[in-house]
């Protein structure tokens, strides 16, 4: 089955303490691998797109990278307000239809 | 730059009765994709339409249904409200299929 699954549920940092995010993938075909941040009572603010194995992309204090089988989050240095949901999605081919399918996310809680 | 619009923001509905919900997605945006989120099951895709085509369907009743206008704008329906269709309602646009999608701040609806 077509899986996404994200961990940990939850991650507490104090700032400044560095730490990954997992998003791991069971599907065949894929399309791309989409990082989102979503803070309570907003909708998903994109963060990254990865299409490759072996491709990495940075913004300030995060950095995506993207294997076969799984992406990684890295979080450097992080500060409170990085506080929020990460959620990933994975868009790719089934039965001749695009799907893009969600993690059920990580809630990451930095505090000063 | 406008963002994507969602209308309205909150909604309270009784068992039975039906809804609309309105997206005005970014100008020049052609792919609109809307999603259901609720704590326990995270987000989980309904429809996507392209050129208003649906072009891509989840694994929801007949209940939730969809269209989409000339000028790309989309609206999605619920018939027949049930208690577990209280949900945050998100619709993300893209100004092509497989793109980095862009959300709006979502319905949320509550179903009394």
């Known amino acids: 089955e077509d899986q996404v699954t994200q961990s940990p549920e939850a991650l507490r940092l104090q700032e400044g303490e560095s730490s990954s995010l997992n998003c791991s993938y069971t599907?065949?075909?894929?399309?791309?691998l989409f990082w989102y941040r979503q803070d309570p009572g907003k909708g998903p603010e994109f963060l990254f797109t990865l299409y490759s194995a072996g491709e990495e992309k940075e913004k300030e204090r995060l950095k995506a990278t993207l294997t076969k089988k799984e992406s990684f989050l890295h979080i450097t240095a992080p500060k409170p307000e990085d506080s929020a949901t990460y959620l990933c999605a994975v868009q790719f081919m089934n039965t001749g239809f695009q799907k893009l399918v969600f993690g059920t996310g990580t809630r990451l809680l930095v505090s000063p | 730059k406008a963002g994507v619009t969602q209308t309205p923001r909150y909604l309270i509905k009784t068992r039975g009765q039906q809804v609309t919900l309105s997206c005005s997605p970014i100008?020049?945006?052609?792919?609109v994709s809307w999603y259901q989120q609720t704590p326990g099951q995270g987000l989980q895709f309904l429809f996507e339409y392209f050129s208003e085509t649906q072009r891509n369907k989840g694994n929801f009743p007949g209940r939730f249904s969809g269209r989409q206008f000339s000028n790309s704008r989309s609206e999605m329906n619920v018939s027949t409200l049930e208690l577990g269709d209280s949900a945050l309602y998100l619709c993300?646009?893209?100004?092509?299929?497989?793109?980095?999608?862009?959300f709006g701040s979502g319905t949320r609806l509550t179903v009394v």
């Open positions: 100008s020049g945006h052609r792919s």
């Open positions: 599907v065949s075909g894929l399309r791309g």
């Open positions: 993300a646009s893209s100004v092509d299929r497989g793109r980095g999608y862009t």
